[in-house]
């Protein structure tokens, strides 16, 4: 079975400063792999996704996440921080084969980044 | 752009009451779902579905119903609402069938108390 871990419940950091945010995945088969955004009172939009190819992948608002299959990560990055960043981040997998409920995502457990001025 | 609307935003019931929470969609998406959100836990799938009329268990189907009719609504009912049914719910949608590259549209969120 698919799983995703968020580790750190909680980040913080300084505007201007690096963001990363960890996601590790457990996986049979190489999974397509997702980062979900969820700003207050919204509900979750894409920032990126890796499904083959490059496995270094951009996504919007200057985020990237790179996918390192030997160490079953796929972490998220941005060089500086802004405060319009505050949100909650989502880390996700689905089964590209179609064999275990078609389509559906596994998300992690969701980190919430705060930015400082 | 894709519009997933959840009709309400924010519910207050009494425990065993029947709860509908209604989602819609507007871009001809095949497959819907319904996810509950709460604090530590992340997103867990509820149900899902992949076409009219068709439905399936997700991780955590009990206490819950779905309906789909029709191609662009899906239901979610609660036919007897408890105190841990209390939380965030989330409805999306995506084009593809098959296949584990679909990006899924959110609604807003339907934030349920259940007293």
């Known amino acids: 079975a698919q799983s995703v871990t968020q580790l750190g419940s909680h980040v913080s950091v300084s505007e201007g400063a690096l963001v990363l945010l960890r996601c590790n995945y457990s996986?049979?088969?190489?999974?397509?792999l997702f980062w979900y955004v969820q700003y207050p009172n919204q509900g979750l939009q894409l920032l990126l996704k890796y499904t083959t190819g490059a496995t270094l992948v951009k996504g919007i608002n200057g985020f990237e996440a790179e996918f390192k299959k030997s160490e079953t990560s796929f972490h998220l990055t941005k060089p500086s921080a802004h405060m319009s960043d505050a949100a909650e981040y989502f880390c996700a997998v689905s089964d590209p084969t179609g064999s275990s409920n078609t389509g559906k995502l596994i998300f992690g457990q969701g980190t919430t980044l705060q930015v400082k001025p | 752009d894709v519009k997933v609307t959840q009709s309400s935003r924010y519910l207050v019931k009494r425990t065993g009451e029947k709860v509908f929470l209604e989602c819609v969609q507007d871009m001809d998406h095949e497959n819907m779902f319904w996810y509950r959100q709460d604090p530590g836990l992340g997103l867990r799938l509820i149900y899902f579905s992949y076409d009219v009329k068709m439905k399936e268990k997700g991780d955590i189907p009990e206490g819950y119903s779905v309906s789909r009719e029709k191609k662009e609504r899906f239901s979610l009912i609660l036919e007897s609402a408890s105190t841990n049914q209390t939380s965030m719910y989330l409805c999306a949608s995506s084009l593809y069938g098959w296949t584990g590259a679909n990006v899924l549209t959110f609604g807003a969120g339907s934030r349920l108390t259940v007293l």
């Open positions: 996986s049979s088969v190489p999974p397509y």
